[in-house]
Nanobody, 121 residues
Framework: QVQLVESGGGLVQAGGSLRLSCAASGIIFSFNVMGWYRQTPGKQREMVATITSSGTTNYPDAMKGRFTISRDNAKNTVYLQMSSLTPEDTAVYYC???????????????WGQGTQVTVSS
């Protein structure tokens, strides 16, 4: 019923920038919090950034100043602008969104399939 599709990942040199996008489609009635998470092999998935429907953002200290999350509610899309990337930022980045569908109006969390970001030294 709902799909989240990430794009924009790839290979970048240390110090470089990337912009990730996540577009939601389906029978969507409304969104609440949207966010980006990342995961590396053998580690738990960690929060990178979140943004509420009103635009309030939240970042872990390690991402503050380097990552910026934004959303376009008209396009059902959330973005992550990443700068000053380091090899430690290498991970699979996942989009997450709290969505109510038009079928039953129940809030559910949805995940995208992930997009690989690789930062070379």
């Amino acid at each position: 019923q709902v799909q989240l599709v990430e794009s924009g990942g790839g290979l970048v040199q240390a110090g470089g920038s990337l912009r990730l996008s996540c577009a939601a489609s389906g029978i969507i009635f409304s969104f609440n919090v949207m966010g980006w998470y990342r995961q590396t092999p053998g580690k738990q998935r960690e929060m990178v950034a979140t943004i509420t429907s009103s635009g309030t953002t939240n970042y872990p200290d390690a991402m503050k100043g380097r990552f910026t999350i934004s959303r376009d509610n008209a396009k059902n899309t959330v973005y992550l602008q990443m700068s000053s990337l380091t090899p430690e930022d290498t991970a699979v980045y996942y989009c997450n969104a709290d969505i109510r569908t038009s079928s039953d109006y129940v809030w559910r969390g949805y995940w995208g399939q992930g997009t690989q970001v690789t930062v070379s030294s």
